[in-house]
């Protein structure tokens, strides 16, 4: 959830809510002021039952061992993928080398991929996908960044015929 109130039967979400609906899965969604949500369709392995619904604000982020300037919490871990929040410091330098792809989306904040100065920056509600075997460096804005991260699920896409 990234701004407003989403609802369906299970509850109220507010903006911070970390939702997942897993395949066969069923509910009504709505909003009565409105809302923005990023939602990802077909995601997940078809036998994948494991549901969530946190306030993602609430999940406490710690230091990440080995990346300075970023801390980090898990919303939810299993053998094909890894989602988390992640916040950058100001300026900060942060070295992905995801093993098994990855996609981020920025919530709040900047980043720009070190060495590209001139090129605009990753702002808030910018998507980015790195391939299975791509890396990147970024630099974190002066306002530092928090971004959403879901790694590892890449390896198990199907193949293009």
């Known amino acids: 959830m990234i701004d407003g109130v989403f609802e369906d039967e299970h509850g109220k979400f ?3 809510s970390y939702i997942r609906n897993p395949p066969q899965s069923r509910h009504t969604p709505g909003s009565t002021d409105g809302c923005t949500i990023f939602v990802k369709l077909r995601q997940f392995d078809s ?3 494991t549901d969530v619904r946190l306030d993602a604000n609430a999940v406490p ?3 990440v061992a080995g990346r ?3 801390r980090a919490s898990r919303l ?5 993928e890894d989602v988390r929040l992640e916040q950058w410091s100001p300026g900060a ?8 792809g990855m996609e981020i989306l920025v919530l709040e904040g900047s980043f720009r991929p070190s060495g590209q100065p001139s090129e605009e920056p990753f702002a808030p509600l910018s998507w980015l996908r790195l391939p299975i075997g791509d890396r990147l460096t970024a630099i974190a804005g002066p306002e530092g960044c928090r971004v959403w991260v879901k790694e590892g699920h890449l390896r198990f896409a199907p193949l293009p015929a």
């Open 68 to 70: 300075p300037g970023v």
């Open 14 to 16: 507010p903006a911070g």
């Open 76 to 80: 939810f871990h299993d053998r094909r």
């Open 61 to 63: 982020m710690v230091d």
């Open 93 to 100: 330098t942060v070295a992905l080398v995801p093993e098994g």
């Open 47 to 49: 036998a994948d039952r």
